[in-house]
């Protein structure tokens, strides 16, 4: 009798293990359904913790179900390591006045000489402040990828000759960059009417070079602004740049370039100067690659229906 018991008691056990596994493939099986595009496992398994077993493709690789629970792939360790510095690089903390008259160009390159050396760090421009910068090039290659701009205050030019020498091609430059994103409800303010109401305009022939703030002198000073205009905002030779939710206004000339990029995305991005402006072009494009713009408004100057240009080898 107790034998037959002890027995009963097994087969009940047996039972209710098969119906348990059952449940779990279930499970299992409907999380798939669910996470339907399988990613090939080249990282760290984590380890399993009750949850779907691993799989094996036809072709060899080791797929998981659940890729986001159980595995690192090689695209989730570069997403980490954007999201994991978190370092934050306040232009006020470095001296910045933000009154709109102190000349606040050195903060602004020592928050930038900071942020530069730490992977996906951010460099905060914050609201409520008017902060005056000279002509700057933010530069690489040797800043870390993933950085962040964040413009949530207002930048703006300066209207004296003295700061502009004998004419550049560029007011604020971010030049040979991975990763770079600006982003911010903030307002980049080239204040152009001092220029277009003392000088000609000046196009230049040859806009293709690396022509960075420091050696970009193309015309003779003459005591009044001179004659070479500067593009408000440029990138050059950068890869994977995002501008997104600023606003650019009344550029001397073009108020946003991109030469020699690739991978850009632009969106929701709102550029404007006023009707008489002359030649104040809202976007250039040239010599880049795997640009998209989306959700920009542009208003730019007497050639508004030319607000976006483009010279050289696109794709």
């Given amino acids: 009798m107790r034998t037959f018991k002890l027995s009963s008691l097994a087969w009940i056990m047996l039972i209710a293990f098969s119906i348990w596994s059952s449940s779990l493939l279930e499970t299992c099986e409907a999380r798939k359904g669910k996470h ?4 090939k496992h080249r990282g760290t398994k984590r380890g399993n913790g009750g949850r779907c077993p691993h799989h094996h493709h036809p072709s060899g690789h080791s797929v998981s179900v659940l890729r986001s629970d159980n595995y690192i792939t090689e695209e989730d360790t570069e997403v980490s390591a954007a999201q994991k510095s978190g370092a934050v690089y306040n232009v006020l903390d470095y001296g910045a006045k933000g009154d709109g008259k102190a000349d606040d160009t050195k903060a602004f390159v020592a928050a930038w000489a900071a942020a530069c050396k730490v992977q996906a760090s951010t460099v905060t421009v ?3 402040s008017v902060f005056l910068v000279k002509p700057i090039s933010f530069s690489g290659p040797n800043c870390q990828p993933h950085i962040v701009f964040q413009l949530d205050g207002k ?6 000759a003295g ?9 604020l430059e971010f ?7 600006i982003r911010g409800k903030g307002v980049i303010d080239g204040q152009g009417a001092v220029w ?9 022939t040859d806009e293709t070079a690396d022509n960075s703030t420091e050696d970009s002198t193309v015309d003779s000073y003459n005591g009044k602004m001179p004659s070479t205009k500067p593009t408000a905002l440029r ?15 009344n550029s001397p000339q073009a108020h946003l370039k991109f030469d020699s990029c690739t991978n850009v995305q632009v969106s ?4 404007s100067s006023p009707g008489d402006s002359p030649n104040t072009d809202g976007i250039h494009l040239q010599n880049s690659q795997d640009v998209a713009i989306s959700g920009a408004s542009l208003a730019c100057g007497n050639f508004q229906h030319s607000s976006i240009k483009s010279r050289g080898n696109l794709a």
Avoid at 36 to 39: A, E, I, V, Y
Avoid at 155 to 160: D, L, N
Avoid at 236 to 248: L, R
């Fill in 126 to 128: 914050p609201s409520g």
């Fill in 36 to 39: 339907h595009q399988w990613r």
């Fill in 235 to 249: 990138f050059y030779g950068s890869n994977g740049v995002t501008v997104t939710g600023i606003t650019i206004q």
């Fill in 155 to 160: 930048i703006i030019a300066p209207t004296g």
């Fill in 175 to 181: 030049t040979k960059l991975q990763r770079l994103t």
């Fill in 196 to 204: 277009w109401n003392d000088s000609p305009t000046y196009n230049p």
């Fill in 163 to 171: 700061a502009w020498g004998s004419g550049l091609l560029q007011w």
């Fill in 268 to 271: 929701a991005v709102t550029i």
